[in-house]
């Protein structure tokens, strides 16, 4: 298949180099760049030295977006619409185009500007960092989920075998909605803290914590419930800790983007809840405190 992938991020980076073992991949950045070369580190997972790899790959040829099989779009939650915009004058309405970011609420600018596309939407768990702009290392093995939002993509489960041959576990699921909350949940118990204490996603495992992460998980479990995804507080706070220690040594995306004196996803992670607490009539005061604290933050480095 031919793949173009957009957005040459850590997490777009570890998908291309996992296509290109298999099939043809194209690259789609905000540079004019013919060609993209970095190096990439595969995940050690026998404990032996794994080479690096060099690859180049094709970039911004309008002709090989034109004819790409599966468009990947790998930027940030508040990118997508420009994104978006940027590949659209050269998709054909048949090609289906698969989203995977973190957070949620971006669905309906996708389905608005792609009226007639076959649209899908990835979670995953899988790691990846650049210690270096072209250096990426694969740092953590974890599940992803892929799932339609329009009627046009339903057809589409051999997508998820695709993606499941090249980095598993990859698999189809019927109400993608589902995975995108848990992730969600996950999201608001680790981000907003580790980015607002700058400190390393083990670190909140410390008691100190503890009441702020489960008055998270109460508000985040509360809206879950208002969407028809029965769960509590309890049984969200026990994931996000398996996450945590599971992710101890790392740094979250939010720590990382506020650490360089980035805009975060704040708005698609915390924000998401707060605005169907608002649509719910659902009061989500400590979530609102945080969503401030980062937009406080973010326009202090602004």
Not at 256 to 265: A, I
Request: with cysteine; charged share 15%.
């Amino acid at each position: 298949m031919q793949f173009t992938i957009v957005g040459a991020g850590s997490i777009g980076c570890l998908w291309a180099a996992s296509l290109a073992k298999v099939h043809s991949v194209h690259l789609w950045t905000r540079d004019t760049q013919l060609h993209r070369e970095f190096t990439f580190t595969p995940l050690d997972r026998k404990t032996i030295t794994v080479a690096p790899t060099q690859l180049k790959l094709p970039s911004n040829q309008a002709l090989r977006l034109q004819q790409s099989d599966c468009v990947l779009i790998t930027v940030k939650a508040f990118q997508v619409a420009q994104a978006i915009e940027a590949i659209q004058p050269w998709l054909a309405p048949s090609t289906p185009i698969v989203i995977m970011h973190n957070g949620m609420g971006s669905q309906a600018v996708a389905l608005q500007k792609l009226p007639h596309n076959p649209i899908l939407y990835a979670t995953t768990s899988q790691a990846a960092f650049k210690p270096q702009p072209d250096h990426v290392q694969h740092t953590g093995i974890g599940q992803t989920w892929l799932g339609a939002i329009n009627p046009a993509a339903q057809h589409l489960h051999n997508l998820a075998d695709e993606f499941n041959n090249v980095l598993a576990p990859c698999q189809w699921h019927q109400d993608i909605q589902q995975p995108l909350w848990q992730k969600l949940a996950i999201n608001c118990a680790i981000n907003p803290l580790t980015a607002l204490h700058q400190c390393k996603n083990g670190e909140l495992t410390q008691q100190k914590y503890q009441t702020a992460l489960m008055n998270i998980c109460q508000e985040v479990a509360e809206i879950m419930c208002a969407e028809g995804y029965l769960t509590t507080a309890e049984t969200l706070k026990e994931q996000a800790d398996q996450v945590i220690q599971a992710t101890a040594n790392n740094f979250s995306s939010m720590n990382q983007d506020v650490c360089h004196h980035r805009q975060t996803e704040i708005d698609y992670i915390t924000g998401h809840i707060v605005r169907c607490g608002q649509h719910y009539n659902i009061r989500t005061p400590f979530n609102a405190q945080l969503w401030q604290q980062i937009k406080t933050m973010e326009q202090k480095a602004s």
